[in-house]
T-cell receptor, first 115, second 112 residues
Framework: DTGVSQNPRHKITKRGQNVTFRCDPISEHNRLYWYRQTLGQGPEFLTYFQNEAQLEKSRLLSDRFSAERPKGSFSTLEIQRTEQGDSAMYLC?????????????FGPGTRLTVT | RKEVEQDPGPFNVPEGATVAFNCTYSNSASQSFFWYRQDCRKEPKLLMSVYSSGNEDGRFTAQLNRASQYISLLIRDSKLSDSATYLCVVNNPSGGSYIPTFGRGTSLIVHP
C-alpha cells in the first residue's frame, strides 16, 4: 500500500501528557499537511510543509502544538501538555506541487482522546 | 461570515434521484477548488477537482461560479453507496501561499 500512513491510529492519554503522532506521506509527494477534525466539522488546517520547510504555521492552535519534517519525508505532530479540548481526529495529507498542486490524499488519521 | 459555508443537511433522497449541493466562499482571491467525500469515521477522499469551465466524472458534475463565489456538485442517479458527507475545499491566499479551507460538509443519505 503506497498511500499516506499515520501512527498510531488511536491514542488515549491523560491531561497534561505530551503526545506525538507520525505521518508518512506518499513517497513522491513533496507537500505534507496536518489537520484537526472534530465531530460534525470539516478538517481544520494546522500547518503544512513543502519538502522540509514549514511554510505555514500560524494556524497551529497554540504554542503547545508543533510539527517537524526533518528530512522532507515523514512528519511528526507533537502536542504538549494535552488538554481535554485537544481530543479530536488528527489527519495528515500529502500532495505533489508539481502538477495538480492541491489535490491532497489523506491518511486514516490518529484519533486522540484526552482523559 | 465563514470562509467556506455548506448546508450541513442531511439531504435525504431516494435511489435514482438527482441531488445538488452548493458551497459558498468569501474570498474572491480563492484558487483551486475541490470536492471530497468522507464516509463515517473514515478519512476524506478526493472526489473531483472543480475547473472554471465545469467538469463531469460519470454521474458527478462540478461547477464553479466565480461571480457569485460558489461551487456546486450535482449527483445524478443516486446510489445507496453515495451516502456520505461531501466536503468542499477552497484554497485561500495567506502570506504568499494558499491555505486549504474545508467546509463543514453536507450529509447525503440515499435510501431505497
Amino acid at each position: 500500500d503506497t498511500g499516506v500512513s499515520q501512527n498510531p491510529r488511536h491514542k488515549i492519554t491523560k491531561r497534561g501528557q505530551n503526545v506525538t503522532f507520525r505521518c508518512d506521506p506518499i513517497s513522491e509527494h513533496n507537500r505534507l499537511y496536518w489537520y484537526r477534525q472534530t465531530l460534525g466539522q470539516g478538517p481544520e488546517f494546522l500547518t503544512y510543509f513543502q519538502n522540509e520547510a514549514q511554510l505555514e504555521k500560524s494556524r497551529l492552535l497554540s504554542d503547545r502544538f508543533s510539527a517537524e519534517r526533518p528530512k522532507g519525508s515523514f512528519s511528526t505532530l507533537e502536542i504538549q501538555r494535552t488538554e481535554q479540548g485537544d481530543s479530536a481526529m488528527y489527519l495528515c495529507a500529502s500532495s505533489n506541487s508539481q502538477g495538480g498542486p492541491y489535490e491532497q490524499y489523506f491518511g486514516p488519521g490518529t484519533r486522540l482522546t484526552v482523559t | 461570515r465563514k470562509e467556506v459555508e455548506q448546508d450541513p443537511g442531511p439531504f435525504n433522497v431516494p435511489e435514482g434521484a438527482t441531488v445538488a449541493f452548493n458551497c459558498t466562499y468569501s474570498n474572491s482571491a480563492s484558487q483551486s477548488f475541490f470536492w471530497y467525500r468522507q464516509d463515517c469515521r473514515k478519512e476524506p477522499k478526493l472526489l473531483m477537482s472543480v475547473y472554471s469551465s465545469g467538469n463531469e466524472d460519470g454521474r458527478f458534475t462540478a461547477q464553479l461560479n466565480r461571480a457569485s463565489q460558489y461551487i456546486s456538485l450535482l449527483i445524478r442517479d443516486s446510489k445507496l453507496s453515495d451516502s456520505a458527507t461531501y466536503l468542499c475545499v477552497v484554497n485561500n491566499p495567506s502570506g504568499g501561499s494558499y491555505i486549504p479551507t474545508f467546509g463543514r460538509g453536507t450529509s447525503l443519505i440515499v435510501h431505497p
